[in-house]
């Protein structure tokens, strides 16, 4: 559990981890500097706990990806659970882990959904992360821009040994900042191990304003029209940018990590490659921005003859009817001009 200025919702989230059918092997709680009275809750509450409890301070603040990353460093345990400070676990949510874990051994990450409900624990008319079938995504096979949040994980803790979180490549979204905890645990078990992703609803995801996730309000329906919304608007240079920068680094991660881990050099490398197809792709849509009209139609077509816009077989739809939006306004503007 990583927390930070958590007193409002926190005794709750303790609470369920005590109420737990299967008790946990331990919890780790790193605090990142709270002045807020988090750590006397939590000393509070967990002051009979009927398993062990370890509460680290730290003496600067590390912001909540490095802190969770951090506290989780510090597990004992095989398989390690995030925990966020405002949520609350539903009383079988380690037992059914645990079962998962037996069930499916050779995978390194399994995922379930939550049940959003607002600051008093009502329920929202929508489930986070929206899984829409019990499924184990195979190695090497996930979308490598997926952001599966961290609340809804479980992890085999070889994923923090095995590789050094320390220098984890650039987010793919956020410029100048490292890849986000959760972010960077999917990417390491789609790379090793592989994911499970399951309906089965096992924490209450509390919305509130002082949340870090990038969780969209509103029910399923107007998440799916906010996102066609977005498709149609034109492609943003410092997103696709960033998205290069960050693919660009990953693969340089992964190819750098052959060195430590030469017994996974071709699944390395086999990862790391498809970050490289995933940079061109990001630098020729750039490239698109800057086109004229015929040229724009050339990069268009000759990113689908060359299946750029395919991902293991996947169509990115909403890259190619951006892209399509971006080519349309380059003829525009020429036939505005009178160009040819």
Known sequence: MATY????????????????????FELILADDVSDDGTLDIAGRVLADAPFPVDIYENPQRLGYADNFLHAAEKARGDYIAFCDQDDVWLPNKLEVLADWVEKFPSVSLWIHRGKVVDVDLK???????????????????????????????????????????????QDLQFPGSRSKHDTWIATLADTIGGIRYATDVLVLYRRHGKNFSAFRKGSNLSRRLGQLRDAFRPPRREGIATLLEGLKQHAEYFEAAVDTRPEDEEVLLQQALRYRNAAETARRRLALL????????????????????????????RALVQDVVTTLRNLCRLESRGER
């Open 5 to 24: 200025n958590g007193a409002q919702f926190i005794e709750q989230q303790l609470e369920s981890l005590l109420a737990q059918t299967l008790a946990p």
């Open 123 to 169: 329920p929202l008319e929508a489930f986070h992360p929206n899984i829409a079938a019990t499924v184990v995504q195979l190695p090497r096979t996930g979308r490598l821009t997926d952001r599966p949040p961290g609340f809804a994980m479980c992890l085999d803790r070889r994923l923090l040994t095995n590789f050094n979180w320390r220098e984890r490549p």
């Open 290 to 317: 800057d086109a004229g009209g015929a040229r724009s139609v050339s990069i268009l077509f000759g990113g689908l003859r060359d299946g750029r816009y395919r991902q293991d077989g996947r169509m990115d739809k």
